[in-house]
């Protein structure tokens, strides 16, 4: 079973270009996340998306990032202007369940970017 | 707030030893589930173990398994016979369900590494 696929794996690019990212989860899990993971800490949620739904998305920098999962399989998160901080890897996830199942969380492999 | 802390950055051990890494994390929920996640240096975060907080035995995956302490909120990892291929960042985790979002909250990570 092919495991939660991410794409481009590395990304470079200057200040205030627009960068997007694609992730699609694994077959049939219903709940899609994209994590934000910087240099030395741990995976900070950015929003969760269950189908094609964003049910939370409190922690996604709307000015600049934005999301979407139009058929509710795979996603991409855009930056549009990237800044010098956004350099991180932003790590796809899925999971099966829905609500309060506390399935678990399966991740790709990441897709580093760094802004220049 | 929903916290988890790893109070040791890094760790060494010689392969074939036994390793303990800790983890104390903060909530006002009554169920929840804890995991603690590899990660290399390709950076794919990778599944160790899981634990559901209304179980009380201590979950166990081969060479790994974990002491969870529900009263004192603790949850360590005990890694037997260390491997080469142990050496990763660790990373201790529990799904929060306050405020009806479904959130995986990381610690900080804490980097192992295997000597031979």
């Known amino acids: 079973e092919a495991g939660v696929v991410q794409s481009p794996r590395y990304k470079i690019i200057e200040k205030k270009q627009p960068v997007a990212f694609w992730c699609n989860p694994i077959?049939?899990?219903?709940?899609l996340y994209w994590y934000l993971q910087n240099l030395g800490q741990g995976p900070e949620l950015l929003i969760r998306y269950e189908n094609e739904e964003a049910v939370d998305d409190s922690q996604l920098p709307k000015d600049r990032f934005s999301a979407e999962r139009l058929k509710g399989v795979d996603s991409t998160l855009k930056i549009q202007p990237a800044e010098l901080g956004d350099s991180a890897v932003y790590l796809c996830?899925?999971?099966?369940?829905?609500?309060?199942?506390?399935?678990?969380?399966?991740f790709g492999e990441g897709s580093w970017l760094t802004v220049v | 707030a929903q916290t988890v802390t790893q109070s040791q950055p890094e760790m060494s051990v010689q392969e074939a030893e036994t390793v303990t890494l800790s983890c104390t994390y903060d909530t006002s929920e009554n169920n929840y589930y804890l995991f603690w996640y590899k990660q290399p240096p390709s950076r794919q975060m990778i599944l160790v173990i899981r634990?559901?907080?209304?179980?009380?035995q201590n979950a166990t995956e081969n060479r790994f398994s974990v002491n969870f302490q529900k009263a004192a909120k603790s949850f360590s990892l005990k890694i037997s016979d260390s491997q080469l291929g142990d050496t990763a960042m660790y990373f201790c985790?529990?799904?929060?369900?306050?405020?009806?979002?479904?959130?995986?909250?990381f610690g900080k990570g804490m980097k192992l590494t295997v000597n031979p």
């Open positions: 985790a529990f799904i929060s369900f306050q405020g009806g979002s479904e959130k995986l909250v």
């Open positions: 996830a899925s999971s099966p369940g829905q609500g309060r199942s506390g399935n678990t969380i399966y």
């Open positions: 634990q559901e907080a209304y179980k009380q």
């Open positions: 077959s049939g899990h219903n709940t």
